[in-house]
């Protein structure tokens, strides 16, 4: 069964500093999708970053990006300089055929 | 121009009553979905349609029916409401193929059923 673990529930940062969450996740596929959501207190969920599997590059996208371990199955996300904006819930995800699977969520706490 | 619109945001409801939520998306996608997020967080793929036909059902219970009268829109009807159906449901849609497709959200529809 696909599953993804997220085995941070919560994390603090202070602003400007750089923290890591966590992200594990089973297949059996050798092609497939990633993707971390941000999910503020509004309840929108947002598009963080994604990864394509086939692809080596780690993606990064402005103070975002991953740590792709395609053999560990492991997609980390990093977030440089944080900042008060990117408190929030964070989901990884993993895109299989008609739908995409969700973690349990990190919180992410930044402290002034 | 909101890119996925559900309606409405808000349900409260008293237990087994009837309810449904419309969703409408101009993206043009062929694919899209409802998921349930419980007060835990955690997101559950219920349905997903691709091209009007229903591809996943994921156990849900039979009073739970999605209808698809187009690819643009993926309606959710409720029957019986319980208690434990209260959640925020969000619509999705994603255009499938090769390329990786992200998935994008409504702002979700809170259930709150009495």
């Known amino acids: 069964a696909q599953t993804v673990t997220q085995s941070q529930p919560e994390m603090s940062v202070q602003e400007a500093e750089t923290v890591t969450l966590s992200c594990t996740y089973d297949?059996?596929?050798?092609?497939?999708?990633l993707f971390w959501y941000k999910q503020p207190p509004s309840r929108q969920m947002i598009l963080v970053i994604r990864q394509e599997a086939y692809k080596q590059q780690n993606a990064t996208e402005n103070r975002f990006s991953v740590n792709f371990q395609k053999a560990a199955k492991s997609f980390s996300l990093k977030i440089s300089d944080s900042q008060l904006g990117d408190a929030a819930m964070y989901f990884c995800?993993?895109?299989?055929?008609?739908?995409?699977?969700f973690g349990t969520g990190t919180r992410l706490k930044v402290l002034a | 121009d909101t890119a996925v619109s559900q309606t409405p945001k808000y349900l409260v409801t008293q237990m087994g009553n009837d309810k449904s939520i419309k969703c409408e998306q101009n993206?043009?996608?062929?694919?899209m979905y409802w998921y349930k997020q419980d007060s835990k967080k955690f997101l559950k793929i219920m349905f997903s349609y691709n091209n009007k036909e229903l591809i996943i059902n994921e156990t849900v219970p039979n009073r739970f029916s999605p209808k698809s009268p187009d690819k643009a829109h993926l309606n959710l009807h409720i029957n019986s409401l319980e208690l434990g159906d209260s959640a925020v449901y969000f619509c999705?849609?994603?255009?499938?193929?090769?390329?990786?497709?992200?998935?994008?959200f409504g702002e979700g529809s809170r259930l709150t059923v009495l």
């Open positions: 999705a849609s994603s255009q499938w193929g090769f390329e990786a497709g992200e998935l994008f």
């Open positions: 297949t059996s596929e050798s092609d497939y999708y």
């Open positions: 993206l043009g996608h062929d694919t």
């Open positions: 995800a993993y895109r299989i055929t008609y739908k995409y699977i």
